[in-house]
Each structure stands twice: as C-alpha cells, then as structure tokens.
C-alpha cells in the first residue's frame, strides 16, 4: 500500500472559502462595499493562508439589509469550518469575517 497525500493550492482553499460563504443566505457578495478607489485601496476582500495543514483565513463580505450581523458571522464561520475541514480535509486554525457593508 502507498502512503497518499493530498496538497491544496492557496486558490483552491480561497474559492472554498469564498462558496462556502456564498451559501449562507444573508451574505449579499463576497468582497468590499463601497466605491472603486475605496475597495483598490483596502486590498483583497479573500485571503487564505495554508501552513504545515493548518488554515488562516479573512473574509469580507457585504450582508443583505435587515440581517442580524451577529449570526450573520456566526453562520459565515460555521460553513466556512465545515468546507475547510470536511471538504479539504484541511485543520481550520481561524477565520476572520469582516461585514464590510450592506447591499
């Protein structure tokens, strides 16, 4: 028998993410609010970070009106861990939701 491995690129681990969070019925859109000089100068809205299995991950997102942003977060995390670590097979170190707006 072979010992298998499996290795995840940053870009996959980020368009996991940011699906993941797509799902969650009040996220509006994944990225920045606002005007275009505004969301060039505050950089990306997705970042992921994979070192020794282990992923750090920031997501901006822009909410639908009248969503409660507390469980808004709470759900973006919660599909966010599920996808990195039940998809990837990935071990979630932290995720950093950041409501960036509404829209």
Same mark, same amino acid.
């Given at each position: 028998?072979?010992?298998?491995?499996?290795?995840?690129?940053?870009?996959?681990?980020?368009?996991?993410?940011?699906?993941?969070?797509?799902?969650?019925?009040?996220?509006?859109?994944?990225?920045?609010?606002?005007?275009?000089?505004?969301?060039?100068?505050?950089?990306?809205?997705?970042?992921? *970070?994979?070192?020794?299995? *282990?992923?750090?991950?920031?997501?901006?997102?822009?909410?639908?009106?009248?969503?409660?942003?507390?469980?808004?977060?709470?759900?973006? *995390?919660?599909?966010?861990?599920?996808?990195?670590?039940?998809?990837?097979?990935?071990?979630?170190?932290?995720?950093?939701?950041?409501?960036?707006?509404?829209?």
């Amino acid at each position: 028998m072979s010992d298998r491995s499996l290795t995840v690129g940053r870009r996959v681990v980020a368009e996991m993410v940011r699906l993941a969070a797509l799902e969650v019925p009040g996220v509006h859109r994944v990225g920045r609010s606002g005007p275009l000089w505004r969301r060039a100068f505050l950089g990306r809205s997705l970042s992921a *970070r994979v070192r020794d299995g *282990r992923v750090d991950v920031r997501v901006c997102v822009v909410a639908r009106p009248g969503q409660p942003l507390e469980p808004l977060t709470a759900q973006v *995390r919660a599909s966010v861990a599920a996808a990195i670590e039940r998809l990837l097979g990935l071990e979630l170190e932290t995720v950093t939701v950041v409501v960036d707006g509404v829209g």
